[in-house]
């Protein structure tokens, strides 16, 4: 009764930019924290960045100075501005939504992945 539809991945240059949104819809009562992760072939999924409702952040070392993460309330979506790209970005890349839905449950939703491709 949730779904995160995310968007805007692609191939990519090293040293170039993409902008990523996910956009949460169905029984929400409340958006809690987002955020980004990614998952490379072969490998653990990890955490990228993630903003909580109050908009504090939270970035990976290794995408610290590079990515800004961002959220609209109002269109119930979270943005992962990604610069300066590197190959070691290559992965799948979900996001994930903390909320209360209308029964007032907690309940953790993923998109469905959109692959960042950075090569030359």
């Known amino acids: 009764q949730v779904q995160l539809v995310e968007s805007g991945g692609g191939l990519v240059q090293p040293g170039g930019s993409l902008r990523l949104s996910c956009a949460a819809s169905?029984?929400?009562?409340?958006?809690?924290?987002m955020g980004w992760y990614r998952q490379a072939p072969g490998k653990q999924r990890e955490l990228v960045a993630d903003?909580?409702?109050?908009?504090?952040?939270n970035y990976a070392a290794s995408v610290k100075g590079r990515f800004t993460i961002s959220r609209d309330n109002a269109k119930n979506t979270v943005y992962l501005q990604m610069n300066s790209l590197k190959p070691e970005d290559t992965a799948v890349y979900y996001c994930?939504?903390?909320?209360?839905?209308?029964?007032?449950?907690?309940?953790?939703?993923w998109g469905q992945g959109t692959q960042v491709t950075v090569s030359s």
């Open positions: 903003i909580t409702s109050g908009a504090r952040t």
């Open positions: 169905g029984s929400i009562f409340r958006l809690n924290a």
């Open positions: 994930n939504v903390d909320l209360l839905d209308y029964s007032l449950r907690a309940l953790s939703s």
